[in-house]
Structure formats: structure tokens, C-alpha cells
């Protein structure tokens, strides 16, 4: 890998504490699910490989609830973290979710400046077409990259481009779920995300 210039990140599990905004939603639009389920929904891309199915209208439920939902007490442990990254790196967002949530609490929050882009499902639904898009418009080397992330479908959709990634335990999947995936590293607090970059500079 050569010297890292810029950190992408997922949104919820990592920005976003929303792991009960999310499970709540999905049990209100398919009750039947269970815990297994909700975290097998994430093994993969949850657009291609669902284990939950949504329907057009329980989707657009489900985004209208979550941007209603989101509060800045979901990212304020990653408030002063991000401002930290963002003042030594070109920071990005690659997300699953609505964009319109992601932006408005930012903006409330005070870190929308830290974020060059912020990709969600409205710009296309695979992050792999999303990480090729900021490789694009950016003229971002793919080698410069770390991807920051908390479930097992997005490391191996980064794994696909050969981008390495900060896998952390205190978002939707766990060590031994994350591991089977093969991360880079695997990560248990923001202290340990900001010393591996760090070590990766």
C-alpha cells in the first residue's frame, strides 16, 4: 500500500450508532425477522443479497423513518474523531442508506465540511461502483485508500478492489463475523481506528 491520503467511511454502525434505529425498522416492516437474519443481511451487499426482503413501499418507509429518526447523539462519539482525520486526510462516505439523513446530520453536527463526498443508495447501490466513482471524479489511487466499516459485506466488497479495510466491533457485526472477511485490521474503539491510520501514514 502506498502512504495513505484518504479514509472512506461507512455511515451507520461506524459514523452512526443506528444499529437500534435500523433493527427496529426492519422488524416493523417484516416482524418475522430474527437476530440472525438482521445480521446475515449484512454478510453481503443488502441490495444484491438480502436476507430481509423489503418491498417498494416498506423501502421507502423504512428511509423516511430513518432520516425522521437520526439525532446527533447517534454520531457524537464520532464527532471529535472525524475533526481530528479530517485536518490530516480527504475523508469520504460510502453508505447503504438514504443520503438525505446522512447529510442533514452532518450539517447539524458540524463535521458536513470534513467530507469531500458522501455516497448513499441514491447515488448507485454498490459501494463497489461508489469506491470507482471517488477513484474517478477525485483522481483518488485506490492504493492510497482505507476503508472503515463494521460489517462483513463491506469488506468483501472492498476485498473486490483490493482496498484495505478497518474493520471495528462496536457497529452491526462482531470480531468473529468481521474476521471472515479478512480486514486488514480489526478494531474495537475510535482510539484504535485513529493509531492504525496513523500507523498506515
Not at 22 to 34: F, H, Q, R, T
Not at 70 to 83: D, F, G, M, N, Q
Amino acid at each position: 500500500m502506498k502512504k495513505l491520503k484518504h479514509i472512506v467511511f461507512d455511515f451507520d454502525g461506524v459514523i452512526a450508532d443506528t444499529f437500534d434505529i435500523l433493527y427496529a425498522l426492519s422488524l416493523e416492516c417484516d416482524p418475522g425477522i430474527s437476530d440472525e437474519d438482521f445480521s446475515a443481511h449484512h454478510d453481503g451487499n443488502v441490495y444484491e443479497e438480502p436476507r430481509i426482503k423489503f418491498t417498494p413501499e416498506s423501502s421507502a418507509y423504512l428511509y423516511d423513518e430513518y432520516c425522521k429518526r437520526l439525532s446527533p447523539s447517534h454520531i457524537k462519539e464520532a464527532v471529535e474523531p472525524i475533526k481530528r482525520l479530517a485536518s490530516k486526510y480527504r475523508l469520504f462516505i460510502i453508505s447503504s442508506n438514504e443520503e438525505r439523513g446522512i447529510h442533514s446530520i452532518l450539517k447539524t453536527s458540524g463535521i458536513s465540511d470534513c467530507f469531500k463526498a458522501t455516497y448513499g443508495y441514491n447515488t448507485h447501490k454498490s459501494k463497489i461502483v461508489k469506491f470507482e466513482m471517488i477513484r474517478d471524479k477525485f483522481g483518488v489511487n485506490l492504493d492510497e485508500i482505507v476503508f472503515v466499516t463494521d460489517t462483513l459485506g463491506d469488506v468483501k466488497e472492498a476485498n473486490k478492489l483490493g482496498i484495505k479495510t478497518i474493520a471495528e466491533t462496536f457497529g452491526f457485526h462482531n470480531r468473529e463475523r468481521l474476521s471472515q472477511g479478512n480486514p486488514f485490521k480489526i478494531v474495537d474503539t475510535w482510539e484504535e481506528i485513529e493509531n492504525e491510520i496513523k500507523l498506515l501514514t
